[in-house]
């Protein structure tokens, strides 16, 4: 039963960590890109540039998780017309709100610039960065309904290749219109732009190909007890990413507050924390389909075994990338920019960004598990209280000790929110 688990496991975590490994890969080729451009200025350009998009996309996570949790729980049951309704619903919602954040792009953008308060010197490439970008708004929340939704369907190979062919698309598109046609932080915009619009397109045609899900009446995806459920899920995971997002932005927003050059190094840095982040979701996001699946069918035997077996995944994780971090870290830094004083400068935080791994595994793996669960009053109880402790810790440290400080509260709020997941879940199994 057991080996049969870890394949199940492994038959979902594998191709969802290549998928998830392809954006930060994604997010170094852009940052060693412009970082050649001569200026740190760029390479804190594409770091505001993406809190920017981060403090918009991310508020519009539960599309995807919320998606995955219901959607596996529908597909534990059986419920082909529920798994269905869960489709169109998430998709209607993704549509009418990237359009909405179209429309308002001329407000928000310079709003988010003034929020994460960068350098002058950064200002104006990342609103032009912005500024072309947020036309893929649409594509971009249709992409996490469909995510979800493949998810739930225990399916990760579909995403996988989607988001191959995606990013695939963005290097090719960057490097051409940069190298190419000179078009510098203007050409990796666009051809992020393109890039995304491809991959939502196809992954439509897959769906109804691959799927070819039902098209449920308009009494089932509107029904009263489905919808409350949905966005009463929808609010908790709102609610959580929030707190998420403002800690994120907190940290870019204090960095930027130091200089160009604590800023970028700061950005460099954190590619090595989503690095990990994403590796680590891969086995969470398997959390997601399976935990899902088993409390969908009833089987409390299996979900036990899941989560034993994804904390044991964790701890492997953690020990591996930490030892790396250590280990290659610094190498690392020296091939994603040319700039000496940026080098140096990440080379002094480094070991606070190679403890990373140590200390958030365990909450990025039960993150998945309570998604599949849909614990996401849970989820948001845990997130509030670390959020609340990383500011607390922030105030106190960073007068002290300037950006050891920041990083301090970062792994401060991370090791919180894993010692409270691991208790809460503890509860909830007794």
């Given amino acids: 039963m057991k080996s049969s688990l870890n394949r199940d496991l492994l038959r979902i975590a594998l191709p969802a960590i290549v998928s998830n490994i392809t954006t930060p890969v994604l997010g170094l080729i852009d940052v060693a890109i412009v970082g050649h451009f001569g200026s740190a200025a760029f390479i804190g350009a594409i770091a505001v540039g993406g809190t920017m998009f981060n403090m918009l996309y991310w508020l519009f996570g539960f599309l995807r998780m919320g998606t995955a949790g219901m959607t596996a729980q529908a597909c534990g049951a059986r419920d082909g017309e529920a798994t269905s309704a869960s489709l169109v619903r998430s998709l209607a919602v993704a549509l009418v709100a990237g359009l909405a954040l179209v429309g308002l792009s001329a407000v928000l953008g310079p709003a988010a610039l003034r929020f994460v308060d960068a350098d002058p010197a950064t200002e104006v490439p990342a609103l032009r960065y912005f500024s072309i970008c947020i036309w893929g708004a649409p594509a971009v929340l249709g992409m996490y309904a469909l995510n979800g939704w493949w998810l739930g369907m225990q399916d990760s190979r579909t995403p996988m290749w989607v988001s191959i062919g995606i990013n695939l698309a963005n290097i090719a598109a960057s490097l051409t219109l940069v190298f190419g046609l000179g078009l510098r932080i203007e050409g990796v915009a666009l051809g992020t732009l393109a890039a995304q619009w491809l991959g939502f397109m196809a992954g439509i045609v897959v769906t109804w190909r691959r799927f070819r899900p039902s098209r449920p009446p308009v009494a089932v995806i509107a029904d009263g007890r489905a919808l409350r459920r949905m966005f009463s899920i929808n609010a908790d995971i709102f609610l959580r990413t929030l707190c998420l997002v403002a800690v994120t932005v907190w940290f870019t927003r204090a960095g930027a507050s130091q200089g160009v050059t604590v800023l970028a190094a700061n950005a460099l840095l954190m590619q090595l ?145 894993s010692a409270m997941m691991h208790y809460m879940a503890k509860r909830k199994q007794k």
Avoid: K
């Fill in 273 to 417: 924390f989503m690095f990990f982040s994403y590796f680590s979701d891969g086995f969470a996001f398997a959390g997601e389909a399976l935990a899902g699946r088993c409390y969908g069918a009833g089987d409390s035997d299996g979900l036990r075994q899941v989560i034993g077996l994804l904390l044991r995944w964790a701890a492997g994780l953690a020990i591996v990338f930490a030892a790396a971090y250590f280990g290659v870290g610094e190498a690392a830094m020296g091939l994603l920019t040319d700039d000496g004083d940026v080098v140096d400068a990440a080379r002094e935080y480094l070991p606070w960004a190679a403890s990373v791994p140590l200390v958030g595994s365990v909450a990025f793996i039960y993150d998945g598990i309570f998604i599949g669960l849909t614990l996401t009053r849970a989820m948001l109880g845990a997130m509030a209280v670390s959020t609340a402790t990383y500011f607390a810790v922030y105030l106190a440290l960073m007068p002290l000790l300037g950006n050891h400080g920041l990083w301090a509260a970062f792994i401060v709020y991370l090791g919180v929110r």
